[in-house]
């Protein structure tokens, strides 16, 4: 059982995610490497929305192979590459961080858990915008 903690003498988060979660007697765990937005016919979409909504799939695909749901996450990383330069790029910048969270947000369908959102200048791959790494973490079946 995964369970959110919310002591009342901290402040909230500054968006729809648990400042920490406590696994009580976990039986098995599922970490993921950082998963970048490639399809199963190799194909990279353009857009950070696009992408996101491929990485959230295969996240999706990998839970249900370990036969754990979404409700068994726990912590999430999300590394997205935003601009540097100001103005306009900070307008993008943004944009893609809030396509990036309401693609995490769908994907989780309410669940709250422990959630990174790193910014960075790029990936491996040029053509990836973000990569995201989860863990979860279920009780005996």
């Known amino acids: 059982m995964n369970r959110e903690l919310t ?13 920490a979660t ?4 976990p039986a098995r765990m599922l970490h993921t490497s950082g998963i970048g937005p490639v399809r199963a016919d190799g194909s990279i979409p353009d857009g950070v929305g696009d992408q996101a909504e491929v990485v959230w799939m295969t ?10 749901a979404t409700a068994d996450v726990v ?6 590459v935003v601009g540097a330069g100001g103005g306009d790029d900070e307008a993008a910048s943004a944009t893609a961080l809030g396509q990036v969270m309401a693609a995490r947000d769908e994907a989780l369908a309410g669940h709250r ?4 959102l790193v910014p960075v200048p790029r990936l ?7 990569e995201i790494a ?8």
């Open 113 to 116: 858990c422990a959630s990174t």
């Open 75 to 80: 912590s999430v990383t999300t590394y997205v």
């Open 22 to 25: 406590l696994s009580e007697r």
């Open 134 to 141: 989860i863990v979860a973490v279920g009780s005996a079946r």
């Open 59 to 68: 996240l999706l695909a990998l839970l249900a192979e370990a036969e754990l």
């Open 7 to 19: 002591p009342q003498s901290l402040g909230p988060p500054s968006a729809s995610y648990a400042l």
């Open 124 to 130: 491996v791959d040029p053509a990836w915008r973000l």
